[in-house]
């Protein structure tokens, strides 16, 4: 095998990783931004189980979950235009958003608990490539 079809097929892993981070990103975004309109519109969906220590007014929650959400889908369109510094950004706002959700399980523990596991999953796919073969292929 030669060096340049073994740099080819690792660039496709490096797309393809950031292709799948990015579109979860926005996948997530969307997402969120449901679960904050929701929490916002109709506050009384979401019960609060009792004696938890970061309980926040569920209004507040959904104004987090909306602004994190929008934040998370622009970054993974940046992830998606190929940006370097989106794929930075992605980590840390996917880091945000499980640490959010993580918070957030006593409303809604199924949901906090699917994404939680997304944004590893787009954690894993963001760091998962090689800087150079990265800016070989720019």
Known sequence: MSATSTTSRQSGWVTGFAVFGGSMMVVIGIFQVVVGLTAIFEDTFYVLTDNYLFGFDVQTWGWIHLALGVIVAAGG??????????????????????????????????????????????????????????????
């Open 77 to 138: 369109v940046g992830v998606l235009a190929g940006q370097v510094w989106a794929r930075v950004l992605g980590i840390v706002l996917a880091a945000i958003s499980a640490v959010a959700n993580f918070l957030f399980l006593p409303y809604y523990p199924l949901w906090s608990m699917l994404i939680i596991a997304a944004d590893v999953a787009v954690i894993w796919a963001l760091t998962k490539y090689d800087r150079n073969m990265w800016a070989d292929n720019m």
